[in-house]
């Protein structure tokens, strides 16, 4: 057992530092490139007296612009993550994704709409947060008037509404102003960071905090019902309850990422794979393992969309891209099927 510690303990230690370091190296990238010793200087002098050798420029980018950027990077590619497995666990499906019961497609829907409505910026962030919120909302509901809380109903009424909202998604694109609106909702709909605030972040970690605290809280009960339902009712689990739980919070804080980032799709299908092949199915460890690996990959992803090229390539194409062979390359990797 204290090996068994000792092994996991040397893996979080290593997805820690690994994530530090990528955070410093992101500041060092972009268009305004900082070294590391004045990024260290800038962000001391505002604890301790440091002698100024950088420009009031400098200082701006890294506090209204890079940290941001970095902080929204690392927390959305983990709560998509985490909202992932847990998913994973809950329906014991290896394809399910945070945008199963749909999530993506209802904020979609919201922030298309608030764009053809003219809406500022925090107004489509709220949209987006509000619809997806509205959709999955539909989706529980189907579920229990046809299911009698089934997962597998569910899932399918997430489908349902998800290809519901895509409809009017593409509606709303269809008469969309060509020269203005619709290419604003057609890059909104492919993820990115450019536009992310303090502000923004202030507002969305306060529900992503809330919700990681109860999965974690919970995080026995959601590997019992991993096992199976009988396993969960001979321990004493509330299935019904823990599962509304799970549902509840993976929603909350996945439509809370969305409305800041746009659709990001594959990293909460691929990442818990990857977490689970490095700490086990244990939800204790898959949780944080989630997290880290999560908010190193979508932050190297954001790195390689705003350096790559003159202009800034797309999240959600970045993240296809490097998330479909991936996933292959996972598939080949598990030969005794999923557990």
């Known amino acids: 057992m204290d090996r068994l510690d000792s092994k996991i303990s040397f893996k979080f230690s290593v997805m820690i530092v690994l994530l530090l370091m990528l955070a410093m190296a992101s500041f060092a990238i972009g268009r305004y490139p900082i070294p590391p010793d004045l990024v260290l200087g800038i962000m001391f002098s505002k604890f301790i007296h440091v002698q100024q050798t950088w420009s009031d420029t400098m200082e701006t980018v890294i506090f209204n612009v890079r940290i941001p950027r970095i902080i929204a990077a690392i927390v959305v590619g983990g709560v998509l993550s985490v909202a992932g497995a847990a998913f994973q666990n809950l329906t014991k499906n290896p394809m399910a994704a945070p945008d199963i019961l749909g999530v993506s497609a209802g904020a979609g829907f919201g922030a298309a709409m608030a764009m053809t409505l003219s809406f500022p910026w925090f107004g489509i962030q709220l949209s987006a947060f509000l619809f997806s919120l509205l959709a ?28 519901f909202f895509q409809a009017l998604i593409s509606l709303l694109k269809y008469i969309a102003d060509p020269e203005d609106t619709l290419p604003a909702i ?81 990293i909460g299908l691929v990442i818990p ?41 797309p999240l959600g194409i970045l993240t296809a891209l490097i998330g479909t062979p991936f996933f292959v390359f996972l598939l080949s990797k598990i030969k005794k099927g999923w557990t």
């Open 136 to 163: 999955v909302g539909l989706a529980i509901g189907i579920s229990r008037i046809f299911g009698k809380n089934s997962i597998v109903v569910l899932i399918l009424g997430g489908l349902v509404i998800s290809a």
């Open 186 to 266: 057609t890059f909104w709909l492919m993820g990115g960071l450019s536009k992310v605030s303090n502000q923004d972040m202030t507002i969305a970690l306060i529900p992503i905090s809330i919700s990681l605290l109860a999965l974690f809280v919970i995080r026995w009960q959601v590997n019992v019902l991993s096992v199976g339902d009988e396993e969960a009712k001979a321990l004493g689990v509330k299935i019904r309850a823990v599962r509304m739980i799970v549902i509840l919070c993976a929603t909350l804080m996945t439509a809370a990422a969305v409305s800041i980032s746009g659709v990001v799709g594959w």
């Open 273 to 313: 794979h990857m977490a689970r092949m490095i700490v086990g199915s244990n939800f204790y460890y898959l949780l944080p393992a989630s997290f880290l690996i999560g908010g190193s990959f979508l932050l190297l992803v954001d790195n390689v969309s705003r350096s790559a090229s003159s202009i800034e390539i």
